[in-house]
């Protein structure tokens, strides 16, 4: 069976240190992977997703971004956190016949 | 033309009431319709998913039913427990690519 796994779960960073949250896929290959945030109290917000390797295409214009250097493996990272980068952070997965998204736990993420 | 519009924004309900939630779509090529549900702290995960050829979908106390040619979706969710209690997100996609659009978000609240 497919699971996905997503770490840390929560983290405290302080603004202008650097961020790498980490998400992998099992039990499926060539999957397409995201990365969503969800402020609080609010709706999801895509990020970046990949279709493949080395394959990333960003919503959203910020100073984050994502790599995939391996088909089950997704990485989220920033240079530079803002206090504005604080918020849930979600990986999903879907392809082949799993049409629905199946996420990860999440990672909460504040910037202090 | 890509947006799915939900409402309301929140719901409460009394225990045994039946809320509903709706969303609407103009992108007439969309050909998957599911519902997340999603309790604090955890990612969302699919509760129901419906394809246009059908018009309602039920698995246990969850409905979707479905109006093509007003293109609109709903949630209903019958004999509703405090345990339902979550946010609800309908989603839209086209099977080409599996990017799902989302709706914004329903926050339920059923009361004891």
């Known amino acids: 069976s497919q699971t996905i796994h997503q770490w840390p779960a929560t983290l405290v960073q302080p603004v202008g240190s650097p961020l790498s949250l980490e998400c992998t896929v099992e039990?499926?290959?060539?999957?397409?992977l995201y990365w969503y945030r969800q402020a609080a109290g609010r709706g999801l917000q895509l990020l970046f997703y990949s279709v493949g390797i080395g394959q990333i295409s960003s919503e959203v214009p910020q100073n984050l971004s994502a790599s995939r250097p391996q088909d089950r493996q997704f990485i989220l990272s920033s240079k530079k956190l803002l206090l504005s980068d604080s918020g849930f952070y979600l990986c999903?997965?879907?392809?082949?016949?799993?049409?629905?998204?199946?996420f990860g736990s999440g990672t909460r993420l504040t910037v202090v | 033309q890509q947006q799915v519009k939900q409402s309301p924004q929140s719901l409460i309900v009394q225990k045994g009431g039946i809320p509903i939630i709706n969303c609407a779509y103009e992108n007439t090529a969309f050909d998957y319709f599911p519902w997340y549900q999603q309790f604090p702290g955890k990612g969302p995960a699919l509760l129901i998913a419906?394809?246009?050829d059908v018009s309602e979908k039920k698995e246990g106390r969850f409905t979707i039913s479905f109006n093509k040619s007003a293109k609109q979706f709903s949630l209903h969710i019958m004999d509703s427990q405090p345990g339902d209690s979550a946010t609800y997100f309908c989603a839209a996609s086209t099977g080409s690519n599996y990017q799902l659009i989302w709706g914004a978000g329903t926050k339920l609240i059923i009361k004891p």
């Open positions: 039990g499926t290959s060539n999957p397409n």
């Open positions: 999903a997965w879907t392809g082949g016949s799993n049409y629905g998204y199946t």
């Open positions: 419906i394809r246009p």
